[in-house]
Every structure is written in structure tokens, then in C-alpha cells.
């Protein structure tokens, strides 16, 4: 009886110690911020010695037009650097997917970007991009064009460019692997009929791959938001905020001019975005998934 | 597939060749001015020739050289000893990550305890939340909330051990850090290990139970071993987040507890760019991800692929 | 010797101190009582502290007392002691601060007033001579609580001792203004034309290198023109006064020489600005004197010998900044007397002076008129000429300046990048600035 007693409470105790630490190291302080949210909170003080302010920290922010310039730019930055990696992405793959010889090695020389750290890909960049030293605009004197002034005028578009290095790999890698697991048999009927390469890969290879690469895009949109390091290295959000996504302004708003609370009701407004977007790209998805069930079963009904 | 046999056409060629160029291009960019000297980084005669040197890696690494470089008047980068916190904390991290993680996917894969829907779900929202939301709770909770007093036994005791001063608090431990980074991994980690976890044929699992395994043995006998490449790829993920992450890591380190790249941001000072040295604890911090990334790509993009085209 | 007490640890440590201070006491010299504590000391990496690293292990040497440092980058540093000045018992035993943190600390009551510190026969140094350091650095750095709250007057009281402490001057190319017959600047309309002059006689070669990254750094550029130009954030009363004529005045110049400055001049903080003019990219640079030992150290400098030292040109007055930092005792430090004795033994006559020839910035009018510093590095008359006009008005030092302060920065690198209108802009940071002040209760008594 009592080893069916325990048996009863394996998998609770499987579960408990992740159970147990995402509890209080993940929910618990997401609870704590929508408390710490609601009052005038400055680092120096615990939260119980905050003033209760109701919701003027998101009236505030609300209100404040260098959050609703930070917001521009996070969405810019996100929408630019989504569609660049996965055009880029999925045109290599689809270029790329032949049997060539030494493939595995050229994954593994793509794949390294990503796994640097942000911090040093932050820094290499700020050296590539430097005014004076730096490797673009020598080469670009060195062939007798003009200096450019990449992160100063341009520096939400070098910092996209740097990204788009970073990132592109990781949608590439899921694009190829979503080609190669593609059912061999529809690739081959299309063939059979005649489809040019094109034809091949607008109405077989990209429909088919449509599922992998919906929820590619979302991991990556999901990412894009949480790029922090790269950019405070790059360029501190300057100049002016052309650059301060909202990660940052978060950072900032806590540790530089020490308002807990309205960092933390930004940190709501971050949350509550990304979670409209998950939302609307999950009912996306589905809607995806019926109108092509709904499609076939109208192809199989004719048949 | 007739088309792949055919000769590639050398412009196919050339497209690789571009395109390994710009993704190893920065990194040995880095690896070679991290030999420079600033006034040939800065001067810029060079290229790919010039007179190679160690002295920013002896500058990085003032702290743990058993000989004083003469080129420095003092030490002023702790490197060593940030290195050896970024292991400890990695390293820590990514046992503690596997070992909870793994038990929990089994437990919802064996015990059918969620829905494997509601499992990715609820990954995908923990997933989507970024680290500078966590900021602001982390720093309130690790700071004030999450203490012992050092009246108490147990905080007086970690005084007299360790010294220091106040209340005994997560922030500023090794400890706090590796909570938050065991917690931002686990949804992943459960999320891979599950899919392969249920790749496992019940029927072993049966067998050994009928020979008389308990639950445990079975689970660290039969089903561990068998999941090894999905630990893999999940133990160089959360090693990799780890080992990058710098912005809880700067509101929950102190000066005992720095990581590498806290010690990289802060040495990008206003007051003295020195690109060498810069780059040289770059290269250092990237070390042990390309060392992993040449070693195990295979089990990477088993990892990244897992979760996107089979969940 | 509340806080001491506190932990049985510590209280041994306390104990074992009062023993010894008891035997010690008239023998073994002042320092003896304090041998082989390790004091924990906060730093920013800057040139004056990067010289105090070299001369700490003498004071080690000479005192048997061991001294750590955590060196921080200085914006770094300051969000680092925000958090452990508000502590019980905080790590630190000294600290700089930016001056501008003073009225942060000093409102929150967290640094120990000086005054018990001096008194004390046993600790204070009969041959310090304080009348000997720089007063106006004395008045902007170490005293706070007379006029205005955070300038001297006759209710203010010393809590920090002015270190790395610095005012602005203007180095140039004594070649290139030769070359092409430009005379040294002295006000501010042969400023702006030398600035926008060069690059047309001096192709690839920018007039001015400045600070103007987004932030601090455009807030300061800012600022640094608003006091010559006759300009002030608040007026006596604290109503902001940033977007009249002469904020205007200052932003156009600000705006003037960027745009005459070397490539890539809108993302310059002050280590790049201070590059670009040390690699020749530059003819002029005005900035905190700490730069400018670093234009005569061949390793880091094409311009050796080629430089000419300025004052800070004249507008409608002279007003160079003050700045830099000081240091200072935490009210939640362990050791707060053996830190005294350090911080009398850096600023002493002596210290300032090792400091000083390793390259770091004096505080004493004695060692800018020392003969062997002035031979080593030649622009030391100037500077302590500068620092007879030095204003240390030219910044507000209020607790509300944080915020203000990113607002002008982040406002600024706006008109310099995004072409916004500057008085539209000023009125703007006018505006924002007066609802912080509002809200702060600077306006109560009116």
C-alpha cells in the first residue's frame, strides 16, 4: 500500500522543485511589479515604503511623449528586423537547400553569431560602425565614397543591420530544416507536372512550410523585444531616443533616474503588447490552420 | 533528385563564400585587434599585418597572471575573478536548469499531467517575457524582500562564514543570480526535454518497472540515458543565456559577484576607449560559445529545430 | 560605534580597535591603531583616479592600512551608491561622488558630516593646511546647505573633501591656428568662427571635438556654454530660465560647433571627442582639465607638443565649469575614522601632489604653483589660472537634477540630430523642468 502511496506522489514530486522556483522567481515577482506598478517607488526604499499612487504611474507614462516615441521605435525596430531575417532567411534557404558537400560546417559557421554574446556583438559593431576607425568607413574612403555616420543619422538602421547579422542564422537553420522534412512525394507530383522552380516553391514549397515559419516569426518578434545589450552597447539609445527601445527605457527609467514605479508600469505596458501580439499571431495561426482544412476538405469533396 | 547532382553554378559558390565571410567576418576582426595595439587600431595602417602582441590579454587578465605585467602601473580589471563568477554562475545555472527541468517534462509527459497544448503555451508566455520586465521585481524582491535577517541563526551564521555586512540578502550572491537564471530557463529547457522525452518507448520504461524498478530508478536509469542529445542541446542553451546575460546580473551582482560582461559594459568608460583591451575580454568572453558552437552544432540545431518544427 | 557593534564579528573588531587605540595611544603614530584594517573604497575609472591607483600602495606602505578598490565607470558608480548608502551597513568605507550627487546624499542624510572628524586630536593632521585647498572647489564640492541650498553661505557645512575635482579649458592646435593665422579664442564669437573656419581651410580635419551622445553627455555640452553666454537653468527663485536669449544662444553654439565638428560628432562622448583630438581629427577640444594630461603621453596622442592651452573663452562673462568629484565618509560605513585618515592623507599636501605628478588634477593652490609639476606638465599655470573664474554655479546641484538633467540631454541630442526648434525645445524642457520642481515643493514658500 505504501509503495502505491508513493507511486501516487511521483510525478508531484517531480514537478515540485520547478514548480517551487518558477513560483517564486517568475510569478511572484510579476505579481510584486503590478504592485510596485501602483506606487512612488524609488530604489532607495522597500515597497511597503512607497506611496500608494493608484494608476498615475501609467497615466504618466500615458501621457509622456518620449515613452510613446520609445514604443515607435521598439515597434519599428521589431516589425524592419522580423521581415528582413525572415525574407533573407528563408530566400537562403530555399537557395541553399542542395546536397552540397560540407554543409554541417557551413551551419556551424552561421550559427556562431547567435551564440555570442550580446555584449561583444554590441561591441564589435560599435568598432565596425566608428566614425573614424572604424571598418566600414574605412573601406568606404578607401574606395573613394563618403564617410557615413552610422550611429549617429542612421542609427536605428545600423543597429536593424546588426540584428539582421545576429539573428538571420536562426531563422535560416528552422527554414531549412522545415524544407528538408517537407513530404518528398508532393515536391516530386509537382515536378512530374511540369512546375518551374518558381511555381515549385510559391505553391509547394512556402504553403507547406507555412506553420514552421508562422511560429519562427513569433519566436522571433518575441526576441526582438528583449534586445537590450546590443543596443546599450551600440549606442545607449542615443542620440536623442532614436534608438532607446522600451527594454531599455526600462532599464534606464529604473537605474538612472530611480522611478521603480513607472519602470514597472512600462514593464506592464511591454507585457501587455507582446501578449497582443502572441494573441493575435496565435489566432492567426489557427485561422491559417482551418481555412487550409476547410480547403481541403473541399478538394477531397470534388474528388 | 535530379536537379542537386547537377554542377552547381560557381556564382552558387560565391553566394557561400559572401556569406561566410559575414558571419565569421566581426569575430575574426575581433580575434585579430584583440593583438593589436590601440595606436595601430587607431592609426589603422594595418589590416591583417602587423606585429602581434598580448599585452591587452595581460591587461585583461592582470588579476591572475602569476608575473606583473611592466607595461602596468596597477590592475584595474578584475577579469580573472569575473570569469571564475561567470563559471561558477553558468555552470551552477545549467546543472540545476537540467536536473529540475528534466523532472518536471517527465512528470508531464509520463504522469499526463497537462495537456502538451497547455505546456506549450504556457512556455511560449514565460518565454515572451523580456528580462528588463524582470528588472525592476528582481532588484525590489532580491534586495529587501528576499532576506535573513543577521540576527537571526541562520544570517548570523552566513556572516561569521562569510563576512560582509547587513542583512543577508539574494542580492549580491551567487545564489540570486543563478535563482533567476534557473527560473528564466526552465520553460525552455521542460519544453525540449519533453519532446524528446516522449520519444522514449513506454515499453523499457514498463520492463524495468516489472523487474522492480521504482519510479526514480527508472527515471535515471532507463529514460535519462536515452534523452541525451536533447540534454545536450538543452544544457548549451541554457549555458549560452547564462553566460551572455548581463542586465539582471548588473542590478544583482555586487563588486564580489561580477560577471564578464557587467566587467565589459563598465570598461567601456567614457574616459578611455581602449579598443584593445576591449576586444581582448571580448574574445574571451566568446570563448567558450564558439568552443561549444564547433563541438556540438549538431545538438544546437536539435535544439533550436525541436521546439519550432515538431511542437 | 552603534553601527559597530551591531554584529558579534564586527564588535570584536570594534574592541580589538578601542584596545589598541588605548595602548597605542601617543606612540606608534596616528596611523597605528588603524594598522591591517582593509578599507573598501568606491572609485570611478578617470584619469585622476587611474593616478590614484598608482600612489595607493605608498599610503599602504606608509600606514599598514590596506586599501580595496571597486572602480566603476562614474554613471555606473553613482547608481551603484544609491543603493548602498541606503543600507544599514553599507560596504563602503570612502566614496567618491560626482559632484552633482552631492545633494543626493547630503539630502538623504547619508554622508557623515566632517566637522567631528577635524575636531578629533587624534585624527586630524595639525599640518593639512585647508585654507591651502582650492576654495572654490572647497564651496562647489565639499559644502552644501547655504545659499540655495546647494551653494556656499553662512548654514552650509563640509561633508567632502574636493578629489579629481576639475574646470573646463580649451586645448588647440598651435600648428593649425598658426598655419592658417586664426588667433587663440578668447570669446566666444572667435570660437564659433575658428570652429566652423577649420574644416574649410583644413580639409577632413573638424573645427571643435565635443561631448553630444544622447544624455549626460549632450546635457553637459549644454550647460558648458549656458554660464558663459550669460545663461542659468533656474533663476533666484526657481523658475527655470533655460529657454531665454541666452539658452537659445548657448544651444546654437552647441549646435554650431557639432556641425562644424568631425565626422561622426552626435554620438561623441567625452572619451571619443577626446580621441578624435588626439588623433588629429580636431583642432580644438573643450573639455575638464582631466583630459588633458593624456595629449602629451605619446602612446595615446598624435599631437604631442603641437597643443596650446586656453582659458575657457569669454562670453558675457567668464565661466568655466566646475566639477569632478569629491570624496566622502558614508554614514554606513565599518571603518569610518581609518577612512578619514586616508582621505586627509590623498588630499594632504603630499598626496595631492603624488597625484598630481602621476597625472591626476590638483585640489591644492600649492601644487599648481609647485616648480616640478609645472615642469613636467607646462600647462599647470594655465589651468590654475582658469580656475580663478571657475563658476560653481554653472549646474544646479538640487536632488530633482537627475531627472532635469536627462530631460536637457536627451532634448538636446534632439536639436542636434533631429533639427528640432531650440527655443521650442528649450520651452518644452522649461516646462517639464518646472513640474518636476512643483512637485518636488520648490515653489511652497511663493
Known sequence: ??????????????????????????????????????????????????????????????????????????????FFVVTFEMVIGVGLALLLDRDIRGMSILRTLFILPMMIAPVVVGLMWRYMYHPTIGTFNRFLESIGLERVDWLGNHALMSIIIADIWQWTPFIFILALAALQ??????????????????????????????????????????????????????????PGLSTEILALRISRTATEFRELGVAAAMSNYLLILLLLLTVAMFAFNRWQEIRAARQKMAVEEEE | MSTVRQKQNPAFYALIAVLVFMSIGPVVLMFANSFKLDVDIISGTSGMIFLPTIRNYEQALCDVLWYEPDHL??????????????????????????????????????????????????????????????????????????????????????????????????????????????????????????????????????????????????????????????????????????????????????????????????????????????????????????IFTLLASRQIITGMTAGAVKG | ??????????????????????????????????????????????????????????????TGIEVEVDQLPYLKMRERQTLELAQDEGEYDLISYVVFSKADYVFADQLENLAKYFMNPKLSDPSYDAEDLIDGYVQNIGVAGGKKGYLPGATGSLFGIPFGSETSVLAYRKDIFEKHGIAEPTNYDQLLDAACKIPEVEPG?????????????????????????????????????????????????????????????????????????????????????????????????????????????????????TGGFGIAIPKNAENKEAAFLLMQWLTSKKGDLMVAMEGGNPS?????????????????????????????????????????????????????????????????VAERARAVMDEAGYYTWQ
Open chain 1, 1 to 78: 500500500m505504501r509503495i502505491a502511496q508513493a507511486n501516487r506522489m511521483t510525478p508531484y514530486l517531480f514537478m515540485a522543485p520547478a514548480a517551487i522556483i518558477m513560483a517564486i522567481a517568475l510569478m511572484y515577482p510579476l505579481g510584486y511589479m503590478m504592485w510596485g506598478s501602483l506606487r512612488d517607488w524609488d530604489p532607495t526604499q522597500t515597497i511597503g515604503e512607497a506611496e500608494f499612487v493608484g494608476l498615475r504611474n501609467y497615466v504618466t507614462l500615458w501621457n509622456d511623449p518620449n515613452f510613446w516615441e520609445s514604443l515607435t521605435v521598439t515597434l519599428k525596430f521589431a
Open chain 1, 181 to 238: 522534412s517537407l513530404p518528398r512525394s508532393a515536391l516530386e507530383a509537382a515536378r512530374i507536372d511540369g512546375a518551374t522552380g518558381w511555381q515549385q516553391i510559391i505553391h509547394i514549397k512556402l504553403p507547406l512550410m507555412m506553420p514552421v515559419l508562422i511560429v519562427t516569426a513569433l519566436l522571433r518578434l518575441i526576441d526582438a523585444f528583449k534586445v537590450l545589450e546590443v543596443i546599450l552597447v551600440m549606442t545607449e539609445g542615443g
Open chain 2, 73 to 290: 602601473d596597477f590592475c584595474s580589471l578584475k577579469f580573472g575573478g569575473a570569469f571564475i563568477n561567470s563559471l561558477i554562475i553558468a555552470l551552477i545555472s545549467t546543472v540545476l536548469t537540467l536536473v529540475i527541468g528534466c523532472m518536471a517534462a517527465y512528470a508531464l509527459v509520463r504522469f499526463r499531467f497537462m495537456g502538451r497544448d497547455t505546456v506549450s503555451l504556457s512556455t511560449l508566455m514565460v518565454r515572451m517575457v523580456p528580462p528588463a520586465v524582470l528588472l525592476v521585481p528582481v532588484f525590489g524582491l532580491w534586495n529587501n524582500e528576499f532576506c535573513i535577517g543577521k540576527t537571526t541563526l541562520v544570517g548570523g551564521w552566513i556572516r561569521d562564514m562569510f563576512g560582509g555586512r547587513g542583512d543577508v540578502c539574494l542580492a549580491g550572491t551567487h545564489s540570486g543570480i543563478i535563482l533567476i537564471y534557473v527560473a528564466m530557463n526552465l520553460p525552455f529547457v521542460i519544453w525540449i526535454l519533453q519532446s524528446f522525452i516522449v520519444q522514449v518507448p513506454r515499453s523499457l520504461e514498463e520492463a524495468a518497472r516489472v523487474d522492480g524498478a521504482g519510479p526514480f530508478q527508472v527515471f535515471f536509469k532507463i529514460v535519462l540515458p536515452l534523452i541525451k542529445p536533447g540534454l545536450a542541446a538543452a544544457a548549451i542553451f541554457t549555458f549560452r543565456i547564462a553566460w551572455n546575460e548581463y542586465l539582471l546580473a548588473s542590478a544583482l551582482s555586487d563588486r564580489d559577484t561580477k560577471t564578464v560582461p557587467i566587467l565589459i559594459v563598465n570598461n567601456m568608460s567614457e574616459f578611455n576607449v581602449e579598443w584593445g583591451v576591449i576586444m581582448a575580454t571580448g574574445m574571451l568572453l566568446a570563448i567558450p560559445p564558439i
Open chain 3, 1 to 62: 560605534m552603534y553601527t559597530f557593534i551591531k554584529s558579534t564579528t564586527l564588535g570584536l573588531t570594534a574592541a580589538a580597535l578601542m584596545a589598541s587605540t588605548a595602548i597605542a595611544d601617543g606612540h606608534g603614530g596616528p596611523y597605528a591603531p588603524y594598522a591591517d584594517t582593509t578599507l573598501i573604497v568606491n572609485f570611478p575609472a578617470h584619469p585622476h583616479y587611474n593616478a590614484v591607483m598608482k600612489i595607493l600602495p605608498e599610503f599602504t606602505k606608509e
Open chain 3, 205 to 321: 580635419m573638424g573645427g571643435m571635438a565635443s561631448r553630444a551622445a544622447s544624455g549626460h553627455q549632450a546635457s553637459h555640452a549644454f550647460l558648458l556654454h549656458l554660464a558663459p553666454l550669460g545663461g542659468r537653468v533656474f533663476d533666484d527663485n526657481w523658475e527655470p530660465i533655460i529657454n531665454n536669449e541666452a539658452g537659445v544662444q548657448a544651444a546654437n553654439a552647441l549646435k554650431t560647433i557639432v556641425d562644424c565638428g568631425p565626422e561622426g560628432a552626435m554620438s561623441f562622448g567625452p572619451a571619443e571627442a577626446a580621441n578624435a583630438f588626439a588623433n588629429g581629427d580636431a583642432a580644438m577640444f573643450m573639455d575638464s582639465i582631466a583630459f588633458m594630461p593624456g595629449f602629451e603621453n605619446p602612446e595615446r596622442s598624435k599631437v604631442v607638443g603641437k597643443v596650446g592651452y586656453a582659458m575657457h573663452p569669454e562670453g558675457v562673462r567668464r565661466g568655466s565649469q
Open chain 3, 364 to 428: 591644492r593652490f600649492s601644487t599648481y604653483e609647485n616648480a616640478e609639476l609645472n615642469a613636467k606638465y607646462p600647462f599647470s599655470a594655465t589651468f590654475g589660472e582658469a580656475l580663478k573664474f571657475a563658476d560653481p554655479d554653472w549646474r544646479p546641484i538640487i536632488p530633482t537634477w537627475g531627472k532635469i538633467n536627462a530631460d536637457i540631454g536627451t532634448t538636446m541630442s534632439k536639436v542636434l540630430t533631429e533639427d528640432l526648434d531650440i527655443q521650442e525645445a528649450l520651452n518644452g
